[in-house]
Every structure is written in C-alpha cells, then in structure tokens.
C-alpha cells in the first residue's frame, strides 16, 4: 500500500550538473584548507618551544584551529549548513550547552585538585 | 545545493503537521540524533582526558616526545608526523565520501562507486596505520624507562643508564640517582598495568579514546561497504535517489571530526 502521510524529501535531493560542479569546487577548497591547517597544527607543535612562544597562546591556537576544522567538516561536509536553520540548531545547541557545562566543571574541578596535590604532596 | 531544505516555506505551513518541519527525512534526522549522542560519549571521554591532563599536569608526558617514530624509518626522530599522516589519510577519506555524496545527488552511479571503494580504501588504510602505532606503543623503546619504588615513571638520561630525569622534568646526577635505580624496577612499553611513556593514565586514556574511536573506523568501514555493495547491486538507482551514501557519509564525516578533536586533545595539547 502506498503511504500518503509521508514525504520523501530523499526524491528531491538532486542536483544538475552545474551545481554539482560548484560543489566540487568548494570541495576542494576544504580540502586544500583542511590539510593546510593539520600542517600548521603539527609544525607548531613540534616548533613551539623553539620558537618561544607562550603555552597559553599556542594552546588557543591550537582549539582555534580545531573548532575552525570541525566547523568546515560538519558545515559543508556533512551538509548542515544546507539544512534548514531549526534542525541546525537543534542539533548544535543542546550540544554546545551540554559539553560546555562539562568542560568548565571539570576543568575547574581538575585545577583545583592540582592545587591541593601540592599543598598536601600528594602524588 | 537544491532539495526540500533550500525551499522557502512559511513557517505556519512547516509546522502545521503532516510533514517534517525540519524538511528531512526520518533516516537523516535519526542519523543526526545517534551522532549527537555519540559525540556526547565522546566530548566526555576527552572532558576526562582534559581532568587528568589538568590534575597531573606536571607529570603528564609530552606527545611530541612520545609519538616520534615513522614506519620503515628505523631510530628517527619525526614528532608526530606519522599521527599527521594518519589525520591526513582520514581527511582524504572524508572527502572522497562527499565526493560520492555528490556524485549521488547527480545520480551517477558509476563515480558512486568510484568514490565509495576509495573511501573503503583510504578506511582500510587508516586502520592498518591505527594497528601498526598500538603495536609500536605496546612495545615500547629500546632503552625503556625506570619505574621508581612510589610508582613514578623515570626516564634515562643517558643511554649507559646511569642517571634518571624524573616525572616532573628534575634531572639528577650519578650519585643521587643510585640509590633511586637500586630500589626501582626497569619498564618496556605500555599496557593498562605499566606505562614506560609516564603516568599510567597516560597509557589507558591512549588505549581507550584511539581504540574506541578506531572501533568506530572499523564499523565504518563495514557500513560503507555494506552500502558500496548495495550501490553496486543497484539499489540506490531504483529508489530514485542515494540517500544510503548520505547517511552513511554523515557517520563516516563524524568519524573523521572525531579524530580532528582527538589529534589535538591527546596528541598536541
């Protein structure tokens, strides 16, 4: 039996030849991007020290650089910049407010053991 | 991109019932809702990884000074190239997905495959990458390390064994590195019992957060040549449309964001 209650966006989801070709042109500029910075990420990481520059810095440099990898993949490779804007952010937002929470907490839990490890020599 | 998500739909019309508001169908939404969850297991394990790194942050080993070995190259002193490498191979792989991703919104069913067996390929290689660096961890350097009688790990300062650096990076001479050296056990390589690279955390988080996510590589491989071989039988072209690729890909992409966040956490940071 055919269903009537459902639609099948699948069927929609073609492209023409054209689009397909600029597609694959943004495709490669990902690409191009994505390998670029993996580059920087591990020539900084060998070369910091040597270099002089302050952990802080590098360590900002370095998520900068990740959330700047995450953000092409998860926007264009996996499409989400093309979904519409409420499934966006229904996947994005209770995500970031969840994991965000959590990175706080822990980190300043974890930073604050460290304190007392010195004060008390523990190992 | 063309497709039901680009048209301009009112708002009232969207959300009257009787279709999806979020304009997709049930599989890719399902699909987003397992990779959210997924990515929360994930963001905890690298939120403990962070807590740990922060606790001992003292004693907790530099990657850069561990992961410095390259296949085939003997004693060579390459920092993290080779985890470089496997993040490039993993990259590659992400790209020729979307590239079959494309290819099947065109409904070309010949570079699907194309694409498809290359993304198997690149899997496959990234796997056999993945199994050659456990190996090289578990078995650990030649010189090894010293485990002291309070259960810190020390390294050698020299190749004659005489002196040790200690976890927090002192460094001591001859003579007061005897006595520690008589009272300490030597250790090789790493297991979730010793740990010859520092503190044995250090060696379990490794285990567990490249070995969960590699488990994820596997079952991607396995999905994406489920699917490759349902491309090939046709299935796709008689639906009318290559959303099975488009699914797949999207795990196959958070695979490949996972590994960006757990090449920085554990490997750079």
């Not at chain 2, 060696?203 to 991607?220: C, I, P």
Request: with cysteine.
């Amino acid at each position: 039996m055919e269903r009537d209650d459902i639609i099948e966006y699948s069927l929609d989801a073609h492209h023409s030849e054209e689009e397909g070709k600029a597609l694959r042109k943004k495709i490669v500029f990902v690409t191009i991007l994505l390998a670029t910075v993996t580059a920087i990420e591990v020539l900084l990481g060998v070369w910091w020290s040597s270099l002089h520059l302050p952990w802080t810095m590098v360590k900002l440099g370095f998520i900068g650089m990740t959330l700047l990898k995450a953000g092409y993949i998860v926007l264009v490779f996996m499409h989400l910049g093309d979904e519409r804007k409420s499934l966006k952010w229904a996947i994005l937002g209770p995500y970031m407010l969840f994991i965000s929470y959590l990175i706080f907490i822990c980190l300043t839990e974890a930073m604050k053991l460290y304190d007392l490890r010195h004060l008390f020599g523990w190992l | 991109m063309s497709g039901e998500a680009s048209k301009t739909i009112p708002t009232s019309e969207l959300w009257a019932g009787g279709r999806s508001p979020f304009s997709v169908s049930y599989g890719k939404m399902y699909m987003w809702f397992f990779l959210i969850s997924d990515a929360l297991t994930f963001g905890g394990l690298l939120t403990s990884l962070g807590f740990y790194k922060h606790k001992y942050a003292d004693i907790w080993p530099a990657s850069e000074k561990v992961f410095v070995h390259f296949p085939f190259c003997g004693e060579t002193h390459l920092p993290l190239l080779y985890v470089a490498l496997m993040t490039f191979i993993l990259i590659v792989s992400s790209v020729t997905m979307v590239l079959a991703v494309e290819a099947g919104h065109r409904m070309n069913r010949s570079k699907v495959i194309f694409w498809l067996g290359l993304t198997v390929v690149g899997g496959f290689f990234f796997l056999f990458s993945q199994v050659w660096e456990w190996s090289h961890y578990i078995h650990g350097s030649e010189l090894g390390a010293l485990q002291l009688s309070d259960g810190q790990i020390a390294h050698w300062a020299d190749e004659g064994k005489h002196a040790i650096i200690l976890a927090n990076g002192t460094a001591l001479g001859a003579q007061e590195s005897a006595p520690l050296i008589a009272n300490a056990a030597e250790v090789f390589g790493a297991n979730l019992h010793v740990n010859e690279y520092g503190t044995q955390l250090y060696a379990n988080f490794f285990f567990f957060v490249t070995g969960f996510h590699g488990f994820h590589v596997f079952s991607g491989v396995v999905i994406n040549l489920i699917i490759l071989i349902m491309v090939i039988k046709g299935v796709c072209q008689k639906r009318g449309h290559y959303e099975l690729v488009e699914k797949t890909g999207l795990y196959w992409h958070f695979v490949d964001l996972v590994w960006v966040f757990v090449f920085t956490f554990y490997y750079l940071l």
